[in-house]
């Protein structure tokens, strides 16, 4: 293992509170602090993933044409695309970055969740591929009730 | 937590129901509560990290996932491992039916 990378490791796990899991694991609460603050969808992006060019598609957000609950809005996320490190984004709260999922080797791209949302707005997911390209998809979900005091 | 694993045919779907509360700085100055939210989740089967998230407070209270993934079989232990806000942490385990 590269002295660095090593280093790098031991300052997450102690910001983790030396949880032994975070080891072998990537926090991006710990790499990426700014993405969790950004407070729009472009700045999380980019604080994540930099300024590199992003295909889009190739991904399918599966959320409801009108979510009557914003406290719990269904989204899955589906791809035939080899993805290693998938981050979903909303525009519906005061910060942007609401999780960012890493796969492992044998990981199939068929994730579910449920968000928060306040208002109407888009939701984004961003994923880096095993071929290094980053790919997204945007699509906007309808909230009749917000389900965030934020 | 409640973990569900089931293999169907070569791959296996979790089924993983958290308990937080899932609250960010903007939720609690308004509603007079303390922060708390999960900001990390692991899934391991043998050692090796399946899946894992890096989580804030826009998921829902009490969140859920759900994943995919191929290489494990039946009777295979699932662990899941998860760290909040102020550093605690939990874990539970389940079988792969």
């Keep these: 293992m ?34 969790w603050e950004a407070a729009t969808s472009k700045e999380a992006i980019e604080a994540l993933f930099g300024s590199a060019a992003i295909s889009e598609g190739a991904i399918e957000i599966k959320a409801p044409k009108l979510a009557e609950n914003g406290g719990a809005v269904p989204i899955g996320i589906k791809s035939n695309l080899e993805l290693t490190t998938i981050a979903l984004f909303q525009d519906a709260n005061p910060r942007s970055a609401v999780a960012v999922f890493e796969l492992g080797e044998g990981g199939v791209v068929d994730l579910q969740t449920k968000i928060k949302m306040r208002k109407t707005a888009n939701v984004t997911v961003v994923a880096k591929g095993k071929d290094g390209k980053l790919y997204s998809v945007v699509q906007k979900v309808e909230v009749s009730i917000g389900g965030c005091g934020g | 937590m409640k973990i569900k ?22 939720e609690a100055a308004t ?23 890096s989580t804030g407070p826009f998921l829902s209270k009490d969140p859920y996932f759900m994943f995919n993934f191929k290489g494990a079989k039946a009777g295979d232990e ?8 102020k550093g605690a942490t939990d874990t539970d385990k389940a079988v792969i039916k």
């Design chain 2, 5 to 26: 694993a089931k293999l169907k045919k070569d791959v296996t779907e979790v089924k993983l129901l958290l308990s937080s509360p899932m609250i960010g700085k903007e």
């Design chain 2, 78 to 85: 699932i662990v899941i491992d998860t760290i909040d806000d």
């Design chain 2, 31 to 53: 509603k007079k509560v303390a922060v708390s939210y999960l900001t990390h989740v692991t899934a391991k089967v043998g050692g090796k990290v399946v899946w894992e998230a």
């Design chain 1, 2 to 35: 590269k002295r660095r990378k090593f280093l790098s490791l031991g300052a997450v796990a102690a910001a983790a509170s030396v949880l032994p899991a975070s080891l072998s694991a990537t926090d991006f609460r710990a790499t990426a602090p700014k993405a």
